[in-house]
Protein backbone atom coordinates (compact mmCIF):
# COMPACT_ATOMS: atom_id res chain seq x y z
CA UNK A 1 0.00 0.00 0.00
CA UNK A 2 1.39 3.36 -0.94
CA UNK A 3 2.73 5.24 2.22
CA UNK A 4 0.91 9.22 2.86
CA UNK A 5 2.69 12.03 3.76
CA UNK A 6 0.73 15.01 5.46
CA UNK A 7 2.69 18.51 4.83
CA UNK A 8 1.81 21.21 6.76
CA UNK A 9 2.04 24.84 5.04
CA UNK A 10 2.62 23.04 1.51
CA UNK A 11 1.38 25.70 -0.83
CA UNK A 12 4.95 27.23 -0.86
CA UNK A 13 8.20 27.93 0.26
CA UNK A 14 9.83 24.82 2.53
CA UNK A 15 6.80 23.40 2.82
CA UNK A 16 5.98 22.72 -1.38
CA UNK A 17 9.86 21.43 -1.88
CA UNK A 18 9.10 18.60 1.08
CA UNK A 19 5.84 18.05 -0.82
CA UNK A 20 7.36 17.54 -4.38
CA UNK A 21 10.37 15.70 -2.78
CA UNK A 22 8.46 12.79 -0.97
CA UNK A 23 5.58 12.71 -3.69
CA UNK A 24 8.92 12.08 -6.36
CA UNK A 25 10.11 9.27 -3.29
CA UNK A 26 6.70 7.30 -4.24
CA UNK A 27 4.43 9.07 -0.95
CA UNK A 28 0.84 10.29 -1.49
CA UNK A 29 0.44 13.69 -0.07
CA UNK A 30 -1.54 15.92 1.68
CA UNK A 31 -0.49 19.77 0.91
CA UNK A 32 -1.66 21.38 3.65
CA UNK A 33 -2.67 25.02 3.36
CA UNK A 34 -3.66 27.92 5.22
CA UNK A 35 -5.15 30.81 2.65
CA UNK A 36 -3.04 30.30 -0.84
CA UNK A 37 -5.87 28.18 -2.42
CA UNK A 38 -4.23 28.32 -5.69
CA UNK A 39 -0.57 27.62 -4.75
CA UNK A 40 -1.21 24.75 -3.07
CA UNK A 41 -3.50 23.23 -6.08
CA UNK A 42 -0.39 24.40 -8.35
CA UNK A 43 1.97 22.09 -6.31
CA UNK A 44 -0.82 19.27 -5.87
CA UNK A 45 -0.92 19.89 -9.98
CA UNK A 46 2.74 19.68 -10.28
CA UNK A 47 3.06 16.45 -8.92
CA UNK A 48 0.14 15.10 -10.36
CA UNK A 49 1.69 15.72 -13.98
CA UNK A 50 4.46 13.44 -12.65
CA UNK A 51 2.77 10.89 -11.88
CA UNK A 52 2.33 11.11 -8.16
CA UNK A 53 -1.21 11.74 -5.70
CA UNK A 54 -1.32 14.71 -4.19
CA UNK A 55 -4.53 16.13 -2.12
CA UNK A 56 -4.77 20.06 -0.76
CA UNK A 57 -6.43 20.46 2.25
CA UNK A 58 -7.00 23.85 4.02
CA UNK A 59 -6.74 24.33 7.45
CA UNK A 60 -5.52 26.51 9.86
CA UNK A 61 -3.17 24.74 11.91
CA UNK A 62 -3.88 26.95 15.05
CA UNK A 63 -7.40 25.79 15.17
CA UNK A 64 -7.33 22.07 16.62
CA UNK A 65 -11.20 21.72 15.05
CA UNK A 66 -9.24 22.09 11.34
CA UNK A 67 -6.77 20.01 12.58
CA UNK A 68 -8.69 16.96 13.29
CA UNK A 69 -10.62 17.65 10.09
CA UNK A 70 -7.48 17.74 8.12
CA UNK A 71 -6.54 14.19 9.31
CA UNK A 72 -9.78 12.68 8.97
CA UNK A 73 -9.25 13.62 5.08
CA UNK A 74 -6.28 12.12 4.65
CA UNK A 75 -7.59 8.92 5.90
CA UNK A 76 -10.67 9.05 4.17
CA UNK A 77 -9.10 9.70 1.03
CA UNK A 78 -5.51 7.94 0.88
CA UNK A 79 -6.71 5.31 3.38
CA UNK A 80 -3.79 5.96 5.86
CA UNK A 81 -1.02 8.55 7.56
CA UNK A 82 2.50 7.20 7.70
CA UNK A 83 4.48 10.79 8.12
CA UNK A 84 3.47 13.91 9.45
CA UNK A 85 5.73 17.19 8.33
CA UNK A 86 4.95 19.91 11.18
CA UNK A 87 6.61 22.66 8.53
CA UNK A 88 3.68 25.47 8.86
CA UNK A 89 5.34 28.45 10.63
CA UNK A 90 5.31 32.42 10.85
CA UNK A 91 7.63 34.85 11.88
CA UNK A 92 7.04 38.78 11.82
CA UNK A 93 8.42 40.19 8.71
CA UNK A 94 9.35 43.46 10.95
CA UNK A 95 11.54 41.47 13.67
CA UNK A 96 10.97 43.59 16.41
CA UNK A 97 13.10 43.87 19.75
CA UNK A 98 11.06 41.67 22.46
CA UNK A 99 10.72 45.24 24.21
CA UNK A 100 8.68 46.52 20.71
CA UNK A 101 6.41 43.32 20.39
CA UNK A 102 2.71 44.05 20.31
CA UNK A 103 0.24 41.09 22.12
CA UNK A 104 -1.07 40.15 19.23
CA UNK A 105 2.25 39.58 17.53
CA UNK A 106 3.20 37.32 20.10
CA UNK A 107 -0.28 35.65 20.42
CA UNK A 108 -0.16 34.47 16.77
CA UNK A 109 3.32 33.61 16.48
CA UNK A 110 2.45 30.78 19.82
CA UNK A 111 -0.93 30.13 18.36
CA UNK A 112 0.79 28.93 14.21
CA UNK A 113 4.22 27.73 15.60
CA UNK A 114 3.80 26.07 19.11
CA UNK A 115 -0.46 25.80 18.95
CA UNK A 116 -0.25 24.18 15.27
CA UNK A 117 2.43 21.70 16.26
CA UNK A 118 0.70 20.48 19.30
CA UNK A 119 -2.16 20.14 17.53
CA UNK A 120 -0.77 18.12 14.88
CA UNK A 121 0.92 16.12 16.90
CA UNK A 122 -1.73 15.23 19.54
CA UNK A 123 -3.61 14.31 16.72
CA UNK A 124 -0.83 12.19 15.13
CA UNK A 125 -0.83 10.31 18.51
CA UNK A 126 -3.68 7.98 17.41
CA UNK A 127 -4.31 8.38 13.91
CA UNK A 128 -0.30 7.68 12.61
CA UNK A 129 0.42 4.38 11.31
CA UNK A 130 3.01 1.83 13.30
CA UNK A 131 5.91 2.60 12.27
CA UNK A 132 5.34 6.39 11.43
CA UNK A 133 7.29 9.28 11.29
CA UNK A 134 7.24 13.07 12.50
CA UNK A 135 9.30 16.00 11.74
CA UNK A 136 8.42 19.19 13.35
CA UNK A 137 10.18 22.47 12.19
CA UNK A 138 12.91 24.36 14.59
CA UNK A 139 15.39 27.01 13.54
CA UNK A 140 18.77 27.59 13.67
CA UNK A 141 18.11 30.86 14.82
CA UNK A 142 18.01 29.40 18.84
CA UNK A 143 21.87 28.98 18.50
CA UNK A 144 22.26 32.19 17.10
CA UNK A 145 20.64 34.23 19.47
CA UNK A 146 19.98 37.04 17.19
CA UNK A 147 18.48 40.74 18.42
CA UNK A 148 14.83 40.48 17.27
CA UNK A 149 14.21 36.72 17.45
CA UNK A 150 13.21 36.37 20.70
CA UNK A 151 9.41 35.39 20.18
CA UNK A 152 10.09 33.63 17.21
CA UNK A 153 12.77 31.53 18.70
CA UNK A 154 11.16 30.96 21.94
CA UNK A 155 8.16 29.68 19.67
CA UNK A 156 10.61 27.05 18.20
CA UNK A 157 12.12 26.25 21.53
CA UNK A 158 8.73 24.91 22.46
CA UNK A 159 8.82 23.31 19.44
CA UNK A 160 12.13 21.32 20.14
CA UNK A 161 10.83 20.82 23.59
CA UNK A 162 8.18 18.60 22.30
CA UNK A 163 9.85 16.96 19.70
CA UNK A 164 12.24 15.49 22.35
CA UNK A 165 9.23 14.36 24.91
CA UNK A 166 6.62 13.29 22.25
CA UNK A 167 9.96 10.90 20.87
CA UNK A 168 9.64 9.25 24.34
CA UNK A 169 6.12 8.86 24.81
CA UNK A 170 5.42 7.45 21.79
CA UNK A 171 7.08 4.38 22.72
CA UNK A 172 5.40 1.46 21.57
CA UNK A 173 4.14 2.69 18.31
CA UNK A 174 7.65 2.64 16.75
CA UNK A 175 7.20 6.14 15.51
CA UNK A 176 9.99 8.28 15.64
CA UNK A 177 9.85 12.13 16.48
CA UNK A 178 12.65 14.42 15.43
CA UNK A 179 13.03 18.28 13.95
CA UNK A 180 14.88 19.68 11.52
CA UNK A 181 16.15 23.77 12.20
CA UNK A 182 17.03 25.25 9.33
CA UNK A 183 19.08 28.23 8.80
CA UNK A 184 18.30 31.05 6.59
CA UNK A 185 16.83 29.98 3.97
CA UNK A 186 15.58 31.60 0.16
CA UNK A 187 11.72 31.62 1.00
CA UNK A 188 9.45 34.50 1.25
CA UNK A 189 8.91 34.01 5.37
CA UNK A 190 13.20 34.73 5.39
CA UNK A 191 13.26 37.45 2.73
CA UNK A 192 10.52 39.80 3.84
CA UNK A 193 11.30 42.99 5.40
CA UNK A 194 15.09 42.53 4.57
CA UNK A 195 17.68 44.33 2.37
CA UNK A 196 19.41 43.00 0.40
CA UNK A 197 22.67 44.05 2.18
CA UNK A 198 21.34 42.31 5.35
CA UNK A 199 20.29 39.10 2.92
CA UNK A 200 23.92 38.58 1.79
CA UNK A 201 24.77 38.98 5.42
CA UNK A 202 23.02 36.63 7.05
CA UNK A 203 23.81 34.16 3.74
CA UNK A 204 27.38 34.56 4.97
CA UNK A 205 27.27 33.62 8.34
CA UNK A 206 27.48 30.25 6.86
CA UNK A 207 30.75 28.29 5.92
CA UNK A 208 29.45 27.40 3.12
CA UNK A 209 28.74 31.19 1.72
CA UNK A 210 25.07 30.85 0.64
CA UNK A 211 21.53 30.84 1.53
CA UNK A 212 19.61 27.16 2.14
CA UNK A 213 17.46 26.31 -0.62
CA UNK A 214 13.83 24.90 0.04
CA UNK A 215 15.45 21.58 -1.72
CA UNK A 216 18.03 21.62 0.91
CA UNK A 217 15.91 21.66 3.76
CA UNK A 218 13.53 18.91 1.79
CA UNK A 219 16.54 16.84 1.55
CA UNK A 220 17.08 16.47 5.12
CA UNK A 221 13.30 16.06 6.00
CA UNK A 222 13.63 13.37 3.24
CA UNK A 223 16.23 11.58 5.61
CA UNK A 224 14.35 11.60 8.42
CA UNK A 225 11.24 10.43 6.75
CA UNK A 226 13.03 7.58 5.37
CA UNK A 227 14.45 3.96 5.65
CA UNK A 228 18.04 5.58 6.48
CA UNK A 229 16.44 7.74 9.37
CA UNK A 230 14.66 5.14 11.18
CA UNK A 231 17.47 4.75 14.41
CA UNK A 232 17.47 8.63 14.74
CA UNK A 233 14.74 9.94 17.18
CA UNK A 234 14.01 12.90 19.53
CA UNK A 235 16.88 14.52 18.21
CA UNK A 236 17.11 18.46 16.33
CA UNK A 237 18.73 18.51 13.32
CA UNK A 238 20.36 21.66 12.24
CA UNK A 239 20.68 21.65 8.59
CA UNK A 240 21.91 25.68 7.56
CA UNK A 241 25.57 24.91 6.20
CA UNK A 242 27.84 24.88 9.14
CA UNK A 243 26.45 28.88 10.41
CA UNK A 244 26.05 27.43 13.94
P1 LIG B 1 6.82 30.49 3.94
O1 LIG B 1 6.30 31.74 4.54
O2 LIG B 1 7.54 30.54 2.64
O3 LIG B 1 5.60 29.43 3.79
C1 LIG B 1 4.79 29.21 4.89
C2 LIG B 1 3.81 28.09 4.61
O4 LIG B 1 3.08 27.84 5.82
C3 LIG B 1 2.77 28.44 3.55
O5 LIG B 1 2.46 27.26 2.84
C4 LIG B 1 1.58 28.91 4.38
O6 LIG B 1 0.33 28.69 3.76
C5 LIG B 1 1.70 28.00 5.57
N1 LIG B 1 1.05 28.50 6.77
C6 LIG B 1 1.26 29.67 7.42
N2 LIG B 1 0.44 29.78 8.48
C7 LIG B 1 -0.31 28.65 8.49
C8 LIG B 1 -1.35 28.18 9.32
N3 LIG B 1 -1.79 28.88 10.37
N4 LIG B 1 -1.90 26.98 9.03
C9 LIG B 1 -1.49 26.25 7.97
N5 LIG B 1 -0.51 26.65 7.15
C10 LIG B 1 0.06 27.84 7.41
O7 LIG B 1 7.73 29.82 5.07
P2 LIG B 1 9.05 28.88 4.95
O8 LIG B 1 8.85 27.87 3.90
O9 LIG B 1 10.24 29.75 4.92
O10 LIG B 1 9.04 28.21 6.40
C11 LIG B 1 8.67 26.86 6.65
C12 LIG B 1 9.10 26.50 8.06
O11 LIG B 1 10.51 26.61 8.21
C13 LIG B 1 8.50 27.41 9.16
O12 LIG B 1 8.15 26.63 10.28
C14 LIG B 1 9.65 28.33 9.51
O13 LIG B 1 9.55 28.85 10.81
C15 LIG B 1 10.83 27.39 9.35
N6 LIG B 1 12.11 28.07 9.13
C16 LIG B 1 12.31 28.82 7.99
C17 LIG B 1 13.52 29.45 7.81
C18 LIG B 1 13.79 30.31 6.60
O14 LIG B 1 14.86 30.97 6.57
N7 LIG B 1 12.93 30.34 5.59
C19 LIG B 1 14.62 29.34 8.79
C20 LIG B 1 14.28 28.51 9.92
C21 LIG B 1 13.08 27.91 10.08
P3 LIG B 1 -0.39 29.84 2.83
O15 LIG B 1 0.37 29.84 1.53
O16 LIG B 1 -1.79 29.34 2.66
O17 LIG B 1 -0.27 31.12 3.56
Redesign the pocket.
Known sequence: MQQVAII?????????AIARRLARGGYAVVI?????AA??QAVADAIAADGGHALPVQ????DAAAVERMFATAIEHFGRIDVLVN?????PPALPLLAETGDATFDRLFA??VK?TFNTLRAAATRLAHGGRIVN?????IGLGLPGYAVYSAT?AAVETMTHIFAKELRGKAITVNAV?????A????LNGKSPEAVERLANLAPLGRL?T?EDIAAAVAFLAGEGGGWVNGQVLRANGGMV
Open positions: TGASRGIGANYAGNEAADVANAGIMVNGFSSSVKAPGPTTELFGP
